[in-house]
């Protein structure tokens, strides 16, 4: 029944009080998964029996987006809770542009503010959000890190574990699979500190390229008829919500599941590099500021805190920040502006939300706010098209913007900008406005 009215009616049924103690809290992370690889959503062309009990048993936000179509951006607003242009994350690749992806240092982490509060820290997996003296991860509140930086060749037969941010002799891991690599050490931070609040940041690197998968899980896949790379993607899922049954089964073991919050989500939508897969027809992918590229799975699961439902309200990877602050009881105030706003109204069934604009926008390199951006006010979207990065000229996309109504075409495929002038130019203002102030950020001088 749950799954008919997530699928169906997208109700909100009755949510109980929040915990008397402060939760445990693990966000998990996938990289470059869609919406429909999840079995829940597609027909049963997967299996992820874990991630869809955590569906069953948590909330599912239908309209939930995340910071940036492509993985550091993303990652930097979900940390900071804020915009990604002002964290000073925009790019990619760590190892050409360091200063294009890296988190200033006045920045304030999820992970900075859990320490402060007296949780025990860990981030198992991708980091990506900073190289150099002062920028990893334990320099910016995590107190254990067991994973990779993120711009490095990182294979899934083939990689290194590192647990510092600069150690001498990063460990070689090449006996185990990269993503039950991940899971059993995220399995032994809980088990460390089952006794001590914790937050766990499990960041996976499934179903990301390489697309590498064993062959034993490839093939059930390859019997329904599905080309090799779609069937090693799904086989890579697969193995993710594997692991992820392991971690939930452990925090039942020690007795910890009903106070421990899990979050799921992905860091953007499936890479288009890859052949196209089932997306619940959302247009685009990974790049883009398109559906395909930022609308993205988003669950939260505490059977201890709140009744299972679903949300349909817009929220954001920002929004994450304030709502474990809240929600955890966690004493910060913020140094920097906070984009994000506290979901605990939508968690809890009290209190008023309302969900502010929301903007997008991503190239390689310095930012050029006239190519793929985007806001969503409401059921409203506007979007300046995605481009390749040889058809940019002076940073503008010479593709008009144009004006989408979500409510009734969730496929972006009706230009409303003749029909809705006005709406049309309020929105244009709002996004220059937007581009403006995030660029004045960025490019402040930080210590």
Known sequence: MMRLAVLLSFCLLPLCGLAATPPNV???LADDMAIGDLSYFNGGLTRTPNLDRLIDDGLWFSRAY?????????????????YPHRTGVVSLDMNKEPLLTRLHKDETTLAN???ENGYRTGLVGKWHTGMGAGYGPLSRGFQEF??????DKTAYFNYVIQTGDSPDKPKEATDQYLTDELSKRAVSFVRRHADHPFFLHLAHYAPHRPLEAPEAAIQPYLKTGLNPEVATIYAMVEIMDRGIGELIAELEKLGIRKNTLIVFASDNGPDTVVPERFNVRLRGGKYQTYEGGIHVPL???????????????????TDLFPTLIELCG???????????????PLLTGKGQFAAPARFWQWNRAQPKYGHNAALRDGPWKLVRPYVT?????????PAAPVLYHMDSDPQETQDLSQ?????????KSALEAWCQEVEKHRQRTVP
């Open 146 to 151: 067991e994973g990779f930086y993120g711009s």
């Open 299 to 317: 669950v939260m699961s505490c059977p201890g805190l709140w009744k299972a439902g679903v949300r349909d309200e817009t929220v954001h990877f």
């Open 26 to 28: 693990i966000i998990i």
């Open 66 to 82: 995340s910071g940036s179509p492509v993985c550091s951006p993303s990652r930097a607003a979900l940390l900071t809770g804020r």
């Open 113 to 115: 503010v859990f320490a």
């Open 419 to 427: 029909q809705h002038p006005a709406r049309f130019e309020q929105m």
């Open 330 to 344: 966690l004493k910060h105030e913020p140094k920097n502006k906070l984009d994000g706003v506290s979901l605990v």
């Open 389 to 397: 990065k040889n058809l940019i000229k002076k940073g503008e996309t």
